[in-house]
C-alpha cells in the first residue's frame, strides 16, 4: 500500500524503503491503477523515505512518464538525495521530469 | 598486494534475495570503515548485477548465483557475480547505456552504466548459453587508524 494524496488535479505518492527489482512491479500496478483512479494530470512522487535505489527506480520513473505523457499529464519529483539525482542525472530524467525541492 | 579476507555466497536466483545479496556485501566490507557514500556505491553495484542474474540470467528460471568478494590491505575491494543462465551474445552492446532486452518491463537499460560509475572497475564475461560473470573492483579510502590486518 501507498501512501498518497489528491489535490486538485495533482496525485502525490510518497515511496519509502528499499526500491529495487524485487518490488518495483507491485508499485508500478498500484501507481497505475492510482492514476487511473483518480484521473490525474500531475504526479509527484515524493522519495524522501527511500533508503535504496537502483536502476529500478529509473525505469520505473521513465515508465510513469511515458504513462502520464499519454494521458496529457507530467510527473515531478520531490525529495531527491545525492545518491538519487546522480542516478537521475546519468539517465536524463531532468529532461522529462521536473525536480521539486 | 595480497589479499587479507575473502567471502562466496552461493544463493538461488530469486527476487528476495536482491536485498540479502546487498546486506551481506555491506557486513562483508564493514572492516574497511567506508564512508556511507563508499558503501552505497557498492550495494547499488552489486543489486545491478545480481538483478541482472535473476532477471535476465535465468529468466524467471531457477539456478544459483554466486557473489563472491575480497580485499587486500590497500582497502582494494574485489567483487564477483556468476550465474549459469542464458548469458549475453554481444557484451559491448549490452554495455550501452539505454540498452535493454526486456524494455516491457520498464527495465531502463542503465544497469551497466550505474555499475560503471559506482565502482572503480568492471570487467563482463559472456556467452550465449555459458552464463555471466560480472568483475568488479573498488577501492575504499583507509583512514589512517583503520587500516585492516590479519590477525
Ligand atoms: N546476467 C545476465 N545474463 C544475461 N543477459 C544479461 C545479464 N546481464 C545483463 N544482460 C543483458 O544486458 C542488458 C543490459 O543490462 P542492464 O544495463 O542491467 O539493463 P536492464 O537490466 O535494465 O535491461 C539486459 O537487458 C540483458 O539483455
Ligand atoms: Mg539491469
Redesign the interface.
Known amino acids: 500500500m501507498l501512501c498518497y494524496e489528491k489535490k486538485k488535479n495533482a496525485l502525490t505518492v510518497r515511496l519509502s524503503g528499499?526500491l529495487?527489482?524485487?518490488v518495483?512491479?507491485a508499485i508500478?500496478g498500484e501507481l497505475d491503477s492510482l492514476i487511473a483512479q483518480t484521473g490525474a494530470k500531475k504526479l509527484i512522487l515524493d522519495l524522501k523515505g527511500l533508503e535504496?535505489m537502483?536502476?529500478?527506480g529509473?525505469?520505473?520513473i521513465?515508465?510513469r512518464y511515458k504513462v502520464m505523457s499519454r494521458r496529457g499529464g507530467s510527473v515531478a519529483v520531490s525529495g531527491t538525495d545525492a545518491?538519487i539525482d546522480?542516478?537521475f542525472r546519468?539517465?536524463g530524467i531532468y529532461q522529462l521530469v521536473e525536480r521539486l525541492a | 598486494m595480497s589479499v587479507i579476507n575473502e567471502m562466496r555466497l552461493d544463493f538461488e536466483a530469486l527476487p528476495e534475495n536482491e536485498a540479502f545479496a546487498r546486506l551481506v556485501i555491506s557486513g562483508f566490507m564493514l572492516p574497511l570503515d567506508p564512508t556511507m557514500e563508499e558503501m552505497a556505491d557498492v550495494k547499488t553495484a552489486v543489486s545491478e548485477a545480481v538483478t541482472n542474474a535473476i532477471v535476465h540470467g535465468y529468466g524467471g528460471g531457477t539456478g544459483f548465483v554466486r557473489l563472491s568478494a575480497s580485499y587486500d590491505a590497500a582497502g582494494e575491494m574485489q567483487i564477483r557475480v556468476v550465474d549459469h543462465g542464458r548469458g549475453i551474445d554481444d557484451v559491448a552492446r549490452a554495455r550501452q547505456p539505454f540498452f535493454t532486452t526486456s524494455p516491457g518491463d520498464d527495465r531502463s537499460g542503465m544497469g551497466f552504466t550505474v555499475m560503471e560509475s559506482f565502482m572503480d572497475g568492471l570487467d563482463v564475461e559472456s556467452a550465449p548459453g555459458r552464463g555471466t560473470t560480472v568483475c568488479m573492483t573498488k577501492r575504499i579510502r583507509l583512514r589512517d587508524d583503520a587500516v585492516p590486518q590479519r590477525a
Open positions: 528499499e529495487d527489482h524485487s518495483v512491479t508500478r535504496f537502483d536502476s529500478s529509473i525505469g520505473l521513465i515508465g545518491r546522480q542516478l546519468m539517465a
